[in-house]
C-alpha cells in the first residue's frame, strides 16, 4: 500500500503519520510503501546553509524523489490518500492521478471538517474525487473505517 499525503511535512503531520496511520495499517497487516520512511539524503539537505548549494542539491534530489515515488505506487496494490487541508495537496492530487492511471484502486481520507468541494456535492476537488471513485476506492471521514475500505478495494 503507497501512502501519498502531505504530512511528512510538519512535525505534527510527521507524528499523526507514523502514530495514527502507519501504525493503523501495520496492525491490520499491510506493508507499505511509505514516502516519508527516513531519508538520510533528504536530512542532510535539509540541514544544509540556505544558498546555492543546497538548493542545487535539492533539484538533483527532487528528480530521485519523483522516480522513487513512482516506483513505490508502480510496485503497490492499493493507493491510500490524505486529502485534508483547505484544498488537496498538488502532489497528493498528482499520485492519485498517477495511480488512477495504472489501474491501482484508492482510498482517500479526510478528517478534515472544513469545506473543500468545488460544490455542494462533493467532499474534495471533483477531479480528485472521481480519480477516487473510479478506481474502485473511496473517501472515508474516520480512520476507524480504514480496514473496511480497504478490503472493499479487493
Known sequence: MYLAGPL???EAGRAF??????????RLG?????????D????????M???????AAWQAANLKIGRKNQDLIDGCDVVFAVLDGVDVDSGTAAEI???FARQKPIVGYRGDFRLSADNEGGIVN??????????GGT????????DRAIAACA
Open 8 to 10: 511528512g511535512f510538519s
Open 17 to 26: 503519520h507514523q502514530q495514527e496511520i502507519v501504525a493503523r495499517l501495520e
Open 30 to 38: 499491510h506493508v507499505l510503501h511509505d514516502p516519508w520512511e527516513e
Open 40 to 47: 538520510e539524503e533528504i536530512a542532510r539537505i535539509a540541514a
Open 49 to 55: 546553509p540556505y544558498g546555492a548549494q543546497k538548493r
Open 97 to 99: 492521478g498517477y495511480a
Open 126 to 135: 471533483l477531479q480528485v474525487e472521481y480519480f477516487i471513485r473510479a478506481s
Open 139 to 146: 473517501i472515508i471521514r474516520e480512520l476507524s473505517e480504514l
